[in-house]
């Protein structure tokens, strides 16, 4: 089979900085833990922006959106729908505490999971 | 600060400046509002914090006060306060990079296009050697945690790294330098008209020019000079070229070393450098330092502006400053500080070197329209360390070739 022809490359600007990156938090992977709670409110804050524009688009074009959005009265059926997203967003937001608690019923711990790795090489 | 401080100058349009979508442009009003808290809302904690209990836990355990900016920082590293702070201007910078390379990558090919349609139509010389030796202090790491430091180049004739620089510092300044980012050398100007009023130079040079901000403000004020700016990294002259040439400005652009110029001696009556010296070396200052005096003519001016001297602050300030050394991947900037600037202009041939203050040309800016009104209590503030710009001025190194 031949070797397939080698496609050109898009120009793309370098994205790492050269320089060895120092640690702040004592904890490893805290760093990154930060960077990405703060990456996470970025895009929450652009998206933010992305309402707030378009409300002001949508009143530009003779649609009072914010008033319009105030006067918004929300259906049973609505309500419920919003209720579920909540709950199903708050359960994803805490999933290892469901998981922790789980662990606890099971009676999972470390040692009982370095118990299980050693057994079944053995078994 | 108010809020309504940080938004007051936007950047104004070019056609080489990078074009943001909304959302990435949002982004970049995200990392520059980040800076803005870190300065304004973490950073007077760090003082709270060091006296509150960092400077008493070393006593303690050293049986001494903190002495210098060096204990200061061994002290503070291990505060949770001090390593939130650190980590998040740390992340508000590279977030602030990130923001703006996404524009810039969406637009690649046509930007470098666009940077040589306009240099093409431009008189002024525009000079880029392809075998140029950048020297290892630009090149070693990337300064300011900029991807690509200020010489990386991904394509022929790129000029990508200069339209971050330009976007970025604008957003780094949180707009403080004004819509064009030249508030250095437009304060240098304002300076140079007021103190020397009869002083009309021919020739003028900016060193480290990079795109070419603070080169600008010397067309603009001194019209029949020729002015001519350089640096060591070939996209940022190239950029400088194009991004001058679409502002309707003629300014030549030379990709050049400040410790070795090749220009002519007696040939400068003004040389300048904006935030150059901290980005050099401890040989290459003063070898910056011989070669001005060298190019320029008898009576020629030498001005160097950046950030004070570390003998100029306190040690708590000092070690604030020092972050940038550690943090923000500026290696000559803490031994920058501590070396005797005027010992070495001295040596170099200068009689008189000496330190002044160059106000800030922003508040000028600022009187001239009612949309500015806030902008007179930036230059107001009282120097901080830690916070962008200087209250009050520029910190500038003068010295004057005898006549």
């Known amino acids: ?123 | 600060m108010s809020v309504e401080m940080v938004n007051i100058f936007q950047q104004a349009e070019h056609p080489v400046l990078p074009k943001a979508t909304h959302d990435e442009k949002a982004r970049q009003e995200f990392a520059k509002s980040l800076k803005g808290f870190v300065q304004q809302g973490l950073l007077p904690g760090l003082g709270m914090v060091f006296q509150g209990r960092v400077a008493r836990a070393f006593e303690k355990t050293h049986g001494r006060a903190p002495a210098d900016r060096h204990d200061i920082r061994r002290a503070m590293v291990q505060d949770l306060y001090f390593q939130h702070y650190a980590a998040t201007n740390r992340i508000a910078q590279e977030l602030l990079w990130e923001s703006v390379i996404d524009s810039i990558e969406r637009d690649l090919p046509a930007l470098n296009a666009r940077a040589a349609e306009l240099s093409a139509g431009s008189r002024a010389p525009l000079e880029v050697d392809p075998e140029f030796a950048t020297p290892r202090y630009v090149t070693a790491i990337d300064i300011h945690c900029m991807p690509g430091g200020y010489a990386g180049e991904v394509a022929p004739g790129d000029v990508s790294t200069g339209a971050l620089y330009d976007r970025g510092v604008y957003l780094y300044a949180m707009g403080y330098m004004g819509p064009h980012n030249d508030d250095m050398g437009r304060s240098v100007v304002n300076w140079l008209k007021r103190n020397l009023p009869d002083f009309a130079p021919e020739r003028i040079l900016d060193m480290g020019c990079t795109v070419g901000h603070s080169t600008l403000p010397y067309k603009e004020g001194f019209p029949d000079a020729e002015v001519t700016g350089i640096d060591v990294a070939g996209p940022q002259v190239r950029y400088a070229h194009a991004r001058a040439a679409g502002l309707g400005l003629e300014v030549g652009f030379l990709q050049r070393n400040a410790e070795a110029t090749g220009f002519p001696d007696n040939h400068f009556d003004l040389v300048v450098s904006h935030i150059l010296l901290h980005e050099t070396s401890g040989k290459a200052m003063p070898a910056i330092f011989r070669e001005c005096f060298r190019i320029l003519k008898p009576g020629g001016v030498m001005i160097h502006a950046d950030l004070p001297p570390f003998d100029k602050v306190d040690p708590f300030a000092q070690f604030i400053l020092d972050n940038e050394t550690w943090y923000n991947n500026e290696p000559f900037w803490g031994a920058m500080r501590e070396a005797d600037q005027i010992a070495m202009a001295k040596a170099a041939g200068f009689p008189d070197p000496r330190f002044d203050t160059a106000p800030m040309a922003v508040m000028e800016f600022a009187a001239q329209t009612d949309d500015y009104a806030d902008a007179a209590a930036v230059a107001d503030r009282e120097f901080t360390a830690g916070e962008y710009a200087p209250g009050g001025g520029w910190e500038i190194l003068l010295a004057r070739k005898a006549a």
């Open chain 1, 1 to 123: 089979m031949n070797a397939p022809a080698a496609m050109p490359q898009p120009q793309k600007p370098i994205r790492d900085a050269k320089g060895k990156r120092p640690q702040f938090y004592e904890s490893p992977g805290l760093d990154q833990a930060m960077s990405m709670i703060l990456v996470l409110a970025s895009e929450f804050s652009a998206m933010r922006e992305r309402v707030d524009t378009l409300e002001r688009v949508l009143e530009q074009n003779g649609i009072e959106a914010g008033a319009a959005v105030e006067a918004y009265q929300p259906t049973p059926e609505v309500l419920t729908a919003r209720e579920q997203w909540r709950q199903a967003f708050l359960g994803r937001l805490y999933y290892l505490a469901r998981k922790d608690a789980a662990d606890a019923a099971r009676g999972d711990t470390e040692a009982r999971f370095r118990d299980t790795i050693e057994s079944i090489a053995e078994s």
